[in-house]
């Protein structure tokens, strides 16, 4: 690699060294050559107007040729003087009588017009190439020739010099590429060498660089990254670590799905319920074969969003609620906790209320039957006060007993649901119809609101007792207004039933509760009502029952909505009767 490296910029260098050079060579020269020329003929011009002058001044003085002597050697030229036919009247150099007419010189022609005229060709006499120029004179020219071959002597003599200096200048290039592209390579290399060691995984490997040039830059900036990377590092496998621990240090099973349903992460207490080998990359569908948790995760994976399930078929004998939840990358994490025990106790402290709720039910009849005998047969006043007295107590405790055995049937799924298709609007005159009296009775009336003609499919008298406790319960808090409204409305894809007072209203922190065992807002005018406490909890359970939803929406001062939710399409009478008993 390092070798690679200097080589490639030895070559880049070397060329850009002798690219450089010549190109300078060539420049040099070709500017020293024009301004040799240049000089030269403006030297000619001067020396030509000159000469021109004085053979005007001298002549029929000096003899043309003497003239041509003294003037060419004080020139260091061939000196020639012209007439204006073109004739050669004297020659420093030749014999003018054995000379060609210069009529058709382009310098001459030039002269004769009042010009200074140049020429650069080879001389027909001396067969020598010359620079050429003419200067006019009153009876024709005078001019200087000068050979180019001592120019040509100079320049070559100057090219040899640069080329020397050229090469000078590249052999020291050379030298210094040499030691720039080896420190280059070697220190790359080392950058190379320490980038390969960071992937392989030693974070610890440090590249101590202290310059300021760019490379140095680069490489501190490289020993940074890896400082950085190797803090990171650490900082997430203690996180990870960490996790590790207290997800293996939990009671709950916890396994983690990847998008393809294979096992990507297990703790410790998910490895007894695998049906089979539990190892990464397993299908779940081969580690755990619970038809229940199996849906869960596939709908988790396609939807995104969190759900939750029981599971019966985990483990033999054990009942598991399953949360799931979608993961980042695409994935789904489950939390299995063994709900058998909280099961058990639910199952008996059902069993215990349906049992001492039916033990008292006889007693409670006798009790009633005897105060009302005694009522009858009683003239005393005091006497009957005190056993009307026992007489609306002994009510409210059959009334407790009834709901209590009520509660008891729906949340154990004991009473199968008779669920038929029945429309919506009938369920509601039926609702109307039942409690018209009790509502008039306290000075309301029951409306029902336009509602779409819609079908569900429930259970008739379940329904009706979800409609008689919240009617009963609306008719407690709707004092002082004139009416409560029933209706329906399609939302979400359901079927929305609603009870609506129009009464004070419940406070908002009231609310998240209303539908739990015993819980009252106000409970001195509860028990003022003859209220148990319970009515709300039936509901929740009757409908739960029917795979839907209760809730309650309420504004003080406007009254609340109680409203329960029951699917529009039809649903299959064996898997919602399933779904009643997992809950029990």
Request: charged share 25%; proline share 3%.
């Amino acid at each position: 690699m390092t070798k690679r490296v200097f080589l490639k910029l030895l070559i880049l260098l070397l060329v850009v060294i002798g690219v450089s050079t010549t190109a300078l060579d060539l420049l040099v020269r070709r500017n020293w050559e024009h301004s040799l020329l240049t000089q030269l003929n403006q030297d000619l011009r001067d020396k030509a107007q000159m000469f021109a002058a004085r053979v005007e001044h001298e002549v029929g003085i000096i003899p043309f040729q003497q003239l041509a002597k003294e003037e060419g050697a004080a020139a260091r030229a061939r000196a020639t003087i012209i007439d204006r036919s073109g004739k050669v009247l004297a020659d420093s150099e030749a014999n003018a009588s054995e000379m060609e007419n210069h009529a058709t010189r382009p310098e001459f022609v030039a002269a004769l017009n009042g010009h200074v005229g140049a020429d650069t060709r080879t001389s027909h006499t001396l067969g020598i190439e010359f620079v050429y120029v003419a200067a006019p004179t009153s009876f024709g020219a005078v001019r200087l020739a000068y050979p180019l071959a001592s120019v040509r002597a100079d320049i070559s003599k100057i090219e040899k010099e640069l080329l020397e200096a050229s090469a000078v200048a590249f052999l020291v290039g050379l030298a210094v590429a040499l030691v720039g592209a080896e420190s280059i390579s070697r220190r790359l290399g080392r950058m190379v060498a320490f980038a390969q060691e960071i992937a392989a995984g030693n974070l610890a490997a440090r590249l101590p660089e202290s310059g300021t040039d760019e490379i140095s830059q680069l490489a501190m900036t490289l020993d940074k990254t890896a400082r950085q990377l190797e803090t990171n590092f650490h900082n997430l496998a203690n996180s990870r670590q960490q996790l590790e621990t207290l997800l293996n240090s939990m009671d709950d099973a916890v396994v983690a799905v990847s998008p393809k349903q294979e096992v990507a992460w297990f703790n410790g207490a998910m490895k007894p319920l695998a049906a089979g080998k539990l190892a990464f990359g397993t299908p779940l569908i081969r580690a755990v074969r619970d038809p229940d948790l199996l849906r869960v995760v596939a709908e988790v994976l396609e939807k995104r969003t969190v759900k939750s399930a029981t599971l019966y078929s985990v483990s033999p004998g054990r009942i598991f609620g399953v949360t799931s939840a979608p993961l980042p990358d695409g994935g789904v994490v489950c939390v299995l906790r063994d709900s058998t025990e909280i099961a058990r106790v639910e199952r008996t402290r059902r069993d215990f209320i349906a049992n001492v709720s039916h033990e008292l039910r006889t007693p409670l009849t006798s009790l009633l039957g005897y105060t009302e005998t005694l009522m009858d047969e009683s003239a005393d006043s005091k006497a009957r006060e005190f056993l009307e007295i026992i007489r609306r107590n002994a009510q409210r405790m059959s009334r407790l007993t009834e709901d209590l055995l009520t509660l008891a049937r729906v949340e154990s799924g004991e009473e199968r649901l008779q669920q038929v298709s029945v429309s919506a609007n009938e369920l509601l005159r039926d609702a109307q119809v039942s409690f018209s009296e009790l509502a008039t009775g306290k000075g309301l009336a029951i409306e029902i609101a336009e509602s779409p003609e819609a079908t569900v499919f429930a259970d008739r008298d379940a329904i009706h007792q979800v409609f008689a406790n919240l009617v009963d319960n609306a008719l407690k808090y709707a004092s002082g207004t004139k009416k409560i409204e029933i209706g329906a409305t399609e939302r979400f894809g359901n079927l929305e039933f609603y009870v609506r007072d129009f009464g004070q209203g419940i406070p908002s922190e009231h609310l998240p509760r209303l539908f739990e065992r015993f819980y009252r807002v106000d409970k001195a005018r509860s028990r003022e009502a003859g209220g148990t406490g319970l009515g709300l909890a039936i509901v929740k359970h009757i409908v739960l029952n029917h795979g839907g939803q209760a809730g309650v929406s309420s504004q003080l001062g406007h009254g609340s909505v109680f409203w329960f939710r029951l699917s529009i399409s039809e649903v299959n009478a064996e898997v919602a009767g399933e779904a009643a008993m997992k809950r029990g």
